[in-house]
Structure formats: structure tokens, C-alpha cells
């Protein structure tokens, strides 16, 4: 996605035939110690505590909107 920036889940459903449907995207995915961002960082070798400070940090970094 052209412009994407920070964290995002996206649940969908994929179908047999190949055919695959959005049904949400989730901008806060489980931002807690037992959430699905921690528990994927933390089976990726990165804290917790790490992973919040590297979204506090990044939280500002993204360039102006450019149309």
C-alpha cells in the first residue's frame, strides 16, 4: 500500500476458489503485553518494552501527506 506508515492488521477471509475479502482493518492491533503485536514481536526476538518504544519514536516520522 503507496504511503502506508506504523502498524496495521488487516482481517480477511480467502476463499477456495481464490477469492479474498477485507472485513476490517485494524489500526490498534492488540497493543498490550499478551496482544497479537507483542506476542508477533516477541516470537520475532523483540521485547515488549522495545517494541513500544520503537512505535513511540517512529510515531512521528512519516512525511507530509503528498496528493
Do not use: I, W
Not at 10 to 27: H, Q, S
Amino acid at each position: 500500500m503507496a504511503g502506508a506508515h506504523g502498524v496495521l492488521r488487516v482481517d480477511f477471509l480467502a476463499a477456495a476458489n481464490g477469492r479474498t475479502t477485507v472485513l476490517e482493518c485494524n489500526t490498534l492491533p492488540g497493543l498490550s503485553r499478551r496482544g497479537n503485536l507483542a506476542t508477533m514481536a516477541e516470537a520475532a526476538g523483540v521485547s515488549c518494552p522495545a517494541l513500544m518504544q520503537h512505535l513511540v519514536r517512529s510515531a512521528f516520522t512519516k512525511p507530509g501527506y503528498l496528493p
